[in-house]
């Protein structure tokens, strides 16, 4: 079995990489190829616990990804990755970094299958880890001439676009008006307002005909990125995970309260076989991500498989004890 550590994730991450792999992995779902029974969710005292396991026969994979959170300790993230063939457990990941990779790789296969085709501008709004992954992963799938980027903190909003600018090698410009950033072709959202602040990040008002909207986070009830007329307006909703995303997500239960979800909302696995209806090029779509096992699974097994070319991480020996089937 392999350890690798984050700082082992970070130097083998390559995000097109990612996108190629997560995208063949939605083409393996839609086909029947993926097991992913909804992630299991359990309170504790200080924080919760989260179990997501998962099987991608078409990949030979077979793993989970747990985590939890308390108050004072922070979110800490496990992924172990098995071989489905022989049982074997290929590697042990700490998922920190890689959850946020992942997810902006998802969002870049969504992006490179909802966004126009021709050099676009993006508008970002978030200044986090997951808005630089985000857009890492737009960047991946779509040509990208421009960016704009809101954040509400000036301070953190001018050093993510240095960062990225120097990181993407193009124009990275801050905008001090988040309608400025929702004004752009491809709009990606990537900030939790807090539960309980009715502050909502990107208003449907502010959206022009044919945007893109990207919309990572919001994965608990009581979280928000966007509003009912963000979804009212849209002419297609796609997910990673519809059902999930309708029980967790507060920006979808907002959406569902008023019923403005009904006939609009497609997966994505759907999407990357092009089992969805084609839709003008006017209209509004939105990705909503909640993530799931099988984006850390694929992902981890990218991962994996570039530490074992390279010889990077710890190799550890655990016994192999056979017991008699049903013992």
Aim: charged fraction near 20%; aromatic fraction near 4%; avoid cysteine.
């Amino acid at each position: 079995m392999l350890l690798l550590t984050d700082e082992h994730v970070r130097s083998l991450t390559q995000m097109s990489d990612l996108v190629s792999a997560i995208r063949e992995g939605y083409r393996t779902q839609a086909r029947g190829g993926a097991q992913l029974p909804d992630r299991i969710n359990l309170e504790s005292t200080p924080g919760f616990f989260r179990l997501m396991p998962g099987v991608s026969a078409g990949t030979g994979l077979m793993g989970f990804k747990v985590f939890n959170q308390v108050s004072e300790g922070g979110v800490q993230y496990l992924i172990g990755l098995f071989d489905e063939l022989t049982g074997e457990l290929l590697a042990q990941l700490d998922g920190a970094y890689l959850t946020a990779a992942r997810t902006g790789a998802t969002t870049g296969v969504a992006a490179g299958l909802l966004a126009p085709r021709t050099a676009v501008e993006i508008g970002v709004i978030g200044s986090g880890l997951e808005a630089e992954t985000n857009l890492e992963g737009v960047f991946a799938a779509l040509e990208v001439k421009r960016v704009r980027v809101f954040s509400p903190n000036p301070q953190r909003r001018n050093a993510f676009v240095e960062r990225m600018a120097a990181r993407l090698d193009v124009e990275v410009v801050p905008v001090s008006d988040p309608a400025e950033a929702a004004a752009a072709p491809v709009v990606v959202v990537a900030t939790n307002t807090g539960a309980g602040t009715g502050r909502i990040a990107l208003e449907g008002k502010w959206l022009a005909p044919g945007t893109t909207v990207l919309s990572i986070g919001s994965t608990m009830p009581s979280l928000r990125e966007i509003d009912t007329d963000v979804v009212d307006r849209a002419a297609l909703v796609v997910s990673d995970a519809p059902e999930q995303a309708r029980m967790e997500s507060g920006d979808l239960l907002a959406a569902d309260e008023k019923g403005l979800l009904d006939g609009k909302i497609v997966t994505l696995a759907d999407l990357a076989i092009g089992r969805v209806p084609a839709h003008d090029a006017d209209a509004i779509t939105v990705f909503k991500s909640v993530g799931t096992a099988l984006q850390d699974l694929v992902a981890a097994k990218v991962i994996y498989d570039r530490a074992v070319q390279n010889g990077i991480g710890t190799t550890v020996d655990l016994l192999r004890t056979k017991k008699p089937a049903g013992a």
